[in-house]
């Protein structure tokens, strides 16, 4: 991470842009006093754009970098060198404790020189995608650590919530993948297990996954008033995109050759020098050899949802092809690879193939921390500084995949012609705008005879709009797609008030009963263990 961080070198990708737009529209609404900021005003020529962001809580990091007095590409890249030293940190303190400190400082290691999570940053611009890696460690870590303890549940539904709030599509291959790994964990009989399943993580995981309701129910809702991007058969093409390529590649070329076999290829080494190393080690620590055997079902359920083994699911399963490229598994799949090379490289071994794994090993922590400085020394020397810029808010600009599916052709019209002012003008009418917090903006009108007036915002149903400060109907124009109230003669005080979407008291109600839930079992959880070490129990 030191050479993107510490030198301010970068491969373009558009991404750039696209995130410095969204990161300053979110940094600019709360300045303005919008807490909780849905409406990224400044697109479209100022008539807006609706985003219930998929990386709520990263926005509001970087935010708070910035406002300490750092430039947007100053606090993407601290917040990122501080990601890869909260995983590496995590690693480092779970395996030190659990095992012993030469496997955290293992584990550790190889978690911060991960090659594809440094590429993601470098090469790819997905710099949430790279950030909420590191809350994947922490949540692998502490789904595999099955201790039902109080503390454990709190800090896995927190990280839980966290994930979902920093990359959506983070947490859900997270929880495609965590599941049989924390299945493989359990012990006893199929009822037993199932109870410790439930008990010690998918409850805990609901409860976190729900207190992000409040966020993620209207943001799903949200997908429905916008137009379908994913119809594009060039960008969105998830049989394009399949690690390890082969049959899908014939038929449908291939997106990015080294994400697709190179990285691949590594992470997928690493797994299998990990098992073997387990398969034959001489290590009797019950717990360890769980673990361990734990994560590598995680790293390669991982693997296979990346490849053409899972061709089928992402064919017959739409909910899947929301994750765009199967290859986005490879993220997770490389931290999971790490941490089972680093718990690899503490196991004894004996007999004739000692010396053979041992080597593996060796060469496979090479592999990864030589690949990883290839990334590093290609993005300084083919790299160059960062294009973000203020720039970059000016003129006409919008994220494609994010238009309201009532944007019509006539907005374009609008913007030309002067927005409000040149509209009013062709009334005749005098607006004045006299207050803009982004979520609710106030105008001054005065027109001789009544008129049709289109506010220069994209209509959708969260809009509340009032008239003298008495609530009054707007409508959808078709042809522009933009806000249309009728207004009477005279001078008039024109408001309007971003309330959000009806789901989106749906999502508090539930993160309200997620947290209580949480709650209860903590209590649970705590009143179990006293009563287990009481000396009745004994």
Not at 109 to 133: G, I, N, Q, R
Not at 395 to 421: H, M, P, S, V, W
């Amino acid at each position: 991470m030191a050479v993107p961080v510490l030198l301010d070198r970068t491969l373009y990708n558009i991404d750039q842009e696209t995130h410095y737009r969204w990161i300053n529209q979110f940094f600019l609404s709360l300045e303005k006093g919008e807490p909780y900021p849905r409406w990224m005003f400044l697109a479209n020529g100022g008539l807006g754009e609706l985003h219930y962001g998929a990386y709520l809580l990263y926005w509001y990091l970087v935010a708070g970098l910035m406002k300490l007095g750092l430039n947007t590409w100053a606090a993407l890249r601290l917040l990122a060198l501080c990601a890869t030293w909260v995983s590496a940190s995590m690693a480092y303190l779970v395996c030190g404790r659990l095992f012993s400190r030469k496997a955290g400082l293992a584990t550790g290691a190889l978690v911060a020189v991960t090659p594809f999570s440094l590429f993601l940053f470098t090469h790819y611009a997905a710099f949430p995608w790279h950030f909420t890696l590191s809350l994947a460690v922490c949540f692998v870590l502490l789904s595999l650590n099955t201790a039902n303890t109080p503390a454990r549940l709190i800090l896995l539904a927190l990280c839980a919530a966290a994930i979902t709030l920093s990359h959506t599509l983070v947490a859900f291959m997270s929880l495609i993948c965590a599941a049989p790994a924390v299945l493989y964990m359990q012990s006893g009989k199929p009822a037993a297990r199932l109870t410790g399943f439930l008990t010690c993580w998918a409850l805990p995981v609901l409860c976190g996954v729900g207190m992000a309701a409040f966020h993620l129910i209207p943001a799903i809702a949200a997908r429905g008033l916008l137009a379908d991007a994913s119809s594009d058969p060039l960008y969105f093409n998830w049989k394009n995109s399949f690690a390890f390529a082969t049959f899908s590649a014939r038929e449908n070329g291939m997106r990015w050759f080294a994400i697709q076999w190179i990285y691949a290829s590594q992470i997928l080494l690493c797994a299998l020098v990990a098992l073997f190393a387990l398969a034959n080690s001489r290590s009797t620590a019950p717990h360890l050899r769980r673990f361990m055997g734990g994560v590598l079902v995680f790293a390669f359920v991982a693997l296979a949802m990346s490849s053409e083994l899972a061709y089928p699911l992402y064919q017959h399963i739409g909910t899947l092809n929301n994750l765009q490229w199967p290859y986005r598994f490879l993220s997770v799949a490389g931290l999971a690879a790490a941490i089972a090379l680093g718990l690899a490289s503490t196991l004894d071994f004996e007999g004739r193939l000692r010396v053979v794994l041992r080597v593996a090993v060796v060469l496979a922590i090479a592999l990864s921390v030589a690949l990883c400085g290839v990334v590093g020394f290609q993005a300084y020397k083919e790299g160059r500084p960062s294009v973000m810029g203020p720039r970059l808010l000016e003129g006409d600009f919008k994220q494609y995949g994010l238009e309201l599916k009532t944007q019509g052709k006539g907005a374009e019209i609008y913007r030309r012609n002067g927005g409000l002012t040149g509209y009013c003008a062709g009334v005749p009418a005098e607006c004045k705008e006299t207050r803009d917090t982004v979520h609710e903006r106030e105008w001054e009108v005065r027109a001789s005879r009544p008129f049709h007036l289109l506010l220069p915002l994209f209509h959708f149903s969260g809009w509340e709009t009032f008239l003298d400060d008495q609530p009054a109907p707007h409508a959808l124009d078709t042809d522009s797609g933009l806000v249309a109230m009728d207004v009477p003669a005279g001078t008039h005080h024109i408001r309007i008030v971003f309330k959000g979407l009806p789901e989106e008291e749906t999502g508090r109600r539930i993160s309200l009963a997620a947290f209580a839930l949480l709650v209860i079992l903590c209590i649970l959880s705590s009143v179990g263990r006293r009563r287990a070490s009481s000396p009745e129990a004994a």
